[in-house]
């Protein structure tokens, strides 16, 4: 088959290439502590996961009645996670062999995120997995984040791809329902696996209900490239 009839891969980041959640959880703490909140808890912020930041801080901000803007809470919030990625950032194993096969087959690939342009640059850069991906977009340069398609279908665009050649790679609900909503396939292997029972995560074409820990590069490669598509 031409290579320009093999699948596009779209990659989300946070929680699906990396295990982001723990840094940006502490930098939400540390950001909403210096504006006198001090029960923000795990629990808090899993609400969010698959959100964009922005769109998350909004929320923040109702709810605890935070007098500063939006983008200054944004900014503070994106330089302590900053700082956070560069001390430790973990790129979930499985995930980054199956990144590493669909480059040497010179597959299309791009990064879809919800996070900002300098969070996305950093932890690339910090993880090396700024080898293999030119192409990536933030919820910042489209009008709407997850669950809008509008990151999948700006990736799609970039890649060249028509929406019905490109499979998401996910791991939360908005994510799942953007990829649908963009008409794309989606593998689907959820962040907190307690969640898999969702019937969001039913409309994925493939599931892994075990999350990260049943993820295997070889199983998501096999359904990706069928028979009739392999590169």
């Known amino acids: 088959m031409s290579l320009s009839r093999v699948p596009a891969v779209i990659f989300d980041l946070d929680g699906t290439l990396i295990d982001s959640e723990p840094n940006y959880y502490e930098a939400g703490r540390r950001l909403l502590a210096r504006y006198g909140v001090d029960d923000y808890t795990w629990e808090h912020h899993s609400r969010f996961i698959g959100i964009s930041t922005g769109e998350t801080l909004v929320a923040l901000r109702g709810e605890y009645g935070i007098d500063a803007p ?11 996670y900053l700082d956070l ?12 062999k199956f990144v590493e096969r669909l480059y040497a087959e010179g597959v299309r690939m791009a990064v879809a995120s919800g ?4 969070a996305i640059t950093a932890v ?6 700024d080898a293999y991906f030119t192409t990536t977009v933030s919820a910042e340069e489209v009008p709407r984040g997850k669950p809008a398609p509008d990151v999948f279908l700006e990736a799609a665009r970039r890649l060249g791809a028509a929406p019905a050649e490109c499979v998401v790679l996910e791991d939360a609900i908005p994510g799942v ?4 909503a963009a008409g794309m396939r ?3 292997v959820p962040y907190v696996a307690a969640l898999a029972g969702d019937p969001v995560y039913a409309t994925a074409g493939l599931l892994f209900p ?19 598509e392999r590169p």
């Open 210 to 228: 075990g999350g990260q820990r049943a993820f295997t590069a070889d199983a998501a490669h096999a359904w990706v490239f069928g028979p009739d």
């Open 186 to 188: 989606c593998v689907a």
């Open 85 to 96: 990625v560069r001390a430790s950032t973990e790129v979930f194993p499985e995930m980054r």
């Open 70 to 80: 939006v983008e200054r809470l944004l900014a503070e919030k994106n330089a302590l």
């Open 115 to 118: 996070s900002s342009g300098e």
């Open 177 to 180: 329902e953007a990829a649908r």
């Open 124 to 129: 690339l850069d910090v993880t090396g997995l």
